[in-house]
């Protein structure tokens, strides 16, 4: 599939939302199709489209990996309600650590997520619920970098030769692939999304496990979502694209206490950019860097180093793996 760039100086959002949700909605037409809503800006567009479109017809859900955000479900199921839509909470924590045991390579661990997904977990309440559409958003900006080579992004199939009808059962339906992420914050905001939701940074397809370094245990996990957690409210306010935490695999030789320790280092990166093409190390006050690391090494368990990144995107990625 072929596509092309809608550009977001030149969007028409309500004329956009429009042929979109009539797309969405002839493609259905009088059956049902469901969506997991992570609590990004692009899955959360996705849903607020779906149901304008499908109304009740499209059955939402969180699919809690294990590999979000501290107390993300809650939120989501929180945020939305208020908006009326109704979010089913469905707990893979099991089958995503069952599948990520013992794998190290960061493309292996894309593609144990993308299988648990999309044919175990996916594939299971498309089967319950009778639906044959999936919906959801994949931006532009996923499909260059799978075609070229630099990450494999989950969601992209049918780019790559994939029909996911034949792999999974079921059509997909991409609303957003003509956008990248300030396009689809447009999208959003005139979709109704608060600006907590429309504005809020990126994240990963494969969540905190594109955060870990190595294997992705339940411990590594919780790890970072613990320094994640600390990263997103001290840097806040900073005017940034987006700003993470990441669990390095080597341990480092610290100091605790007046004694040796053998500890973990977490390494921080915040970006500046427009699209995710090209970035830039935010120009972080030192203070700044010096509160956040702080807090990590002190309210992080066994966490003894901290580092700030800055190389620029290319040669460097947004995300570490």
Known sequence: MKTQEVRAEGLDTKKFIEEKAKEISLAVGNGLAINALSGGVDSSAVTMLG????????KTYF??????????????????????????????RKEFFSALKGITDPEEKREAITQTFYKRVFGDLVKKSGAKYLLQGTILTDIDETIAGIKRQHNVFEQLGIDPEKAFGYKILEPLVWLRKDGVRKVAEALGLPKSIYSRIPFPGPALSARVIGEATPERIETVRLATAITEEVLASVNAFQYMAILHEDKVTGMRDNKREFGLQ??????????????????LPFELLERLAKRITDEVPGVVSVTYNIATKPPSTIEAV
């Open 51 to 58: 149901h304008k479109a499908l109304g009740s017809r499209l």
């Open 63 to 92: 699919i809690d990996n294990g590999l979000m955000r501290k107390d993300e479900p809650s939120r989501i199921v929180k945020a939305f309600g208020d908006l009326g839509v109704n979010v089913e909470v469905v707990d893979a």
């Open 266 to 283: 977490v390494e921080i990166r915040s970006w500046d950019s427009l699209d995710a093409r090209q970035a830039k190390p935010t120009r």
